[in-house]
């Protein structure tokens, strides 16, 4: 049976392939089935090309910027400003890196527009420097900043930076954390 069918193509092929009509026709057909075939190979690297890490993003952030209204690029200049100056006082005070990232975090996620307050560099160092085990940098947070955190929120932050060294709140003068008081 498959006989009959084979001869019966190889004839159509002769007949196709003998004017130029046909193999006009012949290339319309082969092309057209290498791209149904191909078809879906370029569906997925279309949409799953990005992530082969080339860091050929069709989205740039110069892109998405220019892109804004002047005021919203203004406000985004000024938070991009208040987020790096924060990593440098941190860093000009010695406190840990985890600290200051902590400290952009909470910034970036509730005190935006409060950078604006004189003393918004020098509350947010006293609120990590004076954590002690009566007064919790989250506390002192509420304080100076009147903002809350849930207990879901503090333990986000605890995980991820890690917990802000806390000061023992003796009488003996030592700062350091894991000595024992004077007797």
Request: charged share 25%.
């Amino acid at each position: 049976m498959a006989a009959p069918i084979a001869v019966a193509v190889k004839k159509a092929l002769e007949v196709l392939a003998s004017n130029k009509k046909g193999r006009k026709f012949l290339g319309y057909v082969i092309g057209i089935t290498l791209f149904l075939i191909m078809l879906p190979f370029i569906v997925l690297y279309g949409l799953f090309g990005w992530m082969n890490g080339t860091d050929n993003s069709f989205m740039q952030t110069e892109q998405i910027m220019s892109a804004l209204p002047a005021e919203q690029q203004e406000q985004l200049k000024g938070i991009d400003s208040t987020y790096q100056k924060i990593a440098e006082i941190f860093s000009e005070k010695e406190l840990t890196e985890n600290d200051a990232k902590k400290a952009q975090e909470i910034y970036v996620g509730l005190l935006i527009g409060k950078e604006e307050n004189d003393n918004f560099y020098d509350d947010l160092v006293w609120c990590f420097q004076n954590a002690t085990d009566e007064s919790s940098l989250y506390d002192n947070l509420l304080n100076k900043f009147s903002v809350s955190f849930t207990e879901k929120e503090k333990q986000y932050l605890d995980e991820k930076y890690g917990v802000t060294i806390v000061k023992s709140s003796d009488t003996s003068g030592s700062t350091d954390p894991n000595s024992t008081p004077a007797s």
